[in-house]
């Protein structure tokens, strides 16, 4: 079975104020009914799948798991980790736990804070990839670019992509975070797809890679793991050698540099909700693009998102052309929509004022 490793450390400030340090996004309703982090876990559960095995921090600890009780989700275990050191040593201490219990196991790396509207889709997707992994590939998924992204990591073809079926491609390179020119060039030549930052390999497979790639995270993360202190259904990773481990994410410590790797290209929709004006086209919106949350009422507005995340507190907008506003108890953001990305450099100058 497929055991689903679920990524849920980040604080994405891009969000904000509906996002923050203590509370971040993958734990808030943004779309739909359910949070981020539940839509993925149950995303990820079923036939074929074992059950998920969380990595996060201890703050989001009891967060976690109110949210898998709430879904009706057992997670497999909860990895706390001491301090955020970036995806490759999370992924790599899910691994080196897992070897004890299943070494033949495969694992589906997700993140906690994306939007994948239709479930079926991606488990055929993932589905599809599983033979190649079990064949010791490490498995990516490929979503058409539909913009020259930086923030994005970019998987160049051997071949051109066709008709989106799900099957794994074979893969030349995996580019992580390129500069615009460079990103404006491989969207331009066609055989490049995004990184949707999910990943599919067999637990021996990833553990070779880390092995060969990142050898110098192998022994200072296995002693963090051995050494892991169970507390109250939660296994806190040893904070001794996990200072010692380096802050790097699984794109450039093993993906940039592995050749065994494969793509399913994967066309039924995904967000990883970068900003609010993502967060505005994943919404269900009206015939003039306005979306609403909370008591909020649109008069004569277009393409517009406004929230509001206190039952008690009434946003209005009137005449409204591409804003975002977004109400909290404590902070209101409004913003012009194609601005939206300047709400992380926001926040950092919000915490220098401090
Ligand atoms: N447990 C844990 N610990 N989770 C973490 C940590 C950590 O230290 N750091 C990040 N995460 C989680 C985040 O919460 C997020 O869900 C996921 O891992 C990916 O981290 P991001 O920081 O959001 O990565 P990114 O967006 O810059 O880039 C990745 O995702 C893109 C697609 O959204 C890369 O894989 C890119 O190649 C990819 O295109
Ligand atoms: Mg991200």
Redesign the pocket.
């Known amino acids: 079975s497929v055991h689903p490793i679920l990524?849920?450390?980040?604080?994405?400030t891009r969000l904000w104020p509906l996002s923050r340090k203590s509370y971040?996004k993958?734990f808030v309703p943004l779309v739909g009914e359910e949070t981020l982090f539940q839509a993925s876990a149950r995303r990820l559960s079923g036939p074929g799948y074992a059950a998920p095995v969380?990595?996060?921090?201890s703050d989001f600890r009891f967060i976690v798991t109110e949210q898998l009780a709430e879904a009706g989700i057992d997670p497999g275990a909860i990895?706390i980790?001491p301090?955020?050191?970036?995806?490759a040593?999370?992924v790599l201490a899910a691994a080196l736990w897992l070897e004890k219990t299943d070494p033949d196991g495969l694992m589906l790396v997700?993140?906690?804070?994306?939007v994948v509207p239709d479930a079926l889709a991606f488990r055929d997707a993932v589905a599809a990839g599983v033979p190649a992994a079990e064949a010791g590939q490490l498995v990516t998924f490929g979503i058409k670019p539909a913009h020259a992204?930086t923030?994005?990591?970019?998987l160049e073809l051997t071949e051109d992509p066709g008709d989106f079926a799900a099957r794994p491609l074979a893969l030349k390179r995996?580019v992580?975070?390129p500069d615009a020119e460079q990103a404006a060039e491989m969207v331009a030549a066609g055989t490049y797809l995004?990184?949707?930052?999910?990943?599919l390999f067999s637990v021996r497979a990833i553990l070779a890679a880390f092995r060969a790639h990142a050898p110098e995270l192998v022994a200072p993360v296995q002693a963090a793991v051995d050494q892991g202190k169970p507390d109250l259904g939660f296994l806190r990773l040893a904070p001794e050698p996990w200072e010692q481990v380096e802050?790097i994410?699984?794109?450039y410590a093993v993906?940039e540099r592995a050749e065994n790797l494969s793509v399913v290209p994967f066309a039924a929709g995904w967000s990883?909700l970068?900003g609010w004006d993502a967060v505005w086209r994943e919404s269900r919106r009206d015939v003039r693009g306005v979306a609403t949350a909370g008591p909020a009422t649109a008069l004569d507005c277009d393409d517009t998102l406004l929230r509001s995340e206190d039952a008690g507190l009434e946003i209005v907008g009137i005449g409204l052309k591409d804003i975002v506003a977004v109400a909290m108890p404590d902070a209101v953001l409004v913003a012009d929509a194609h601005r939206a990305q300047d709400v992380k450099a926001a926040v950092a100058a919000l915490k220098g004022k401090r």
């Open positions: 990524l849920c450390g980040g604080s994405g971040p993958q969380v990595l996060t921090n990895l980790e301090a955020g050191r970036n995806t040593p999370a997700a993140p906690s804070d994306h992204e923030g994005y990591g970019y995996f992580e975070k995004w990184n949707a930052g999910i990943f802050d994410s699984i794109d993906m990883d970068g």
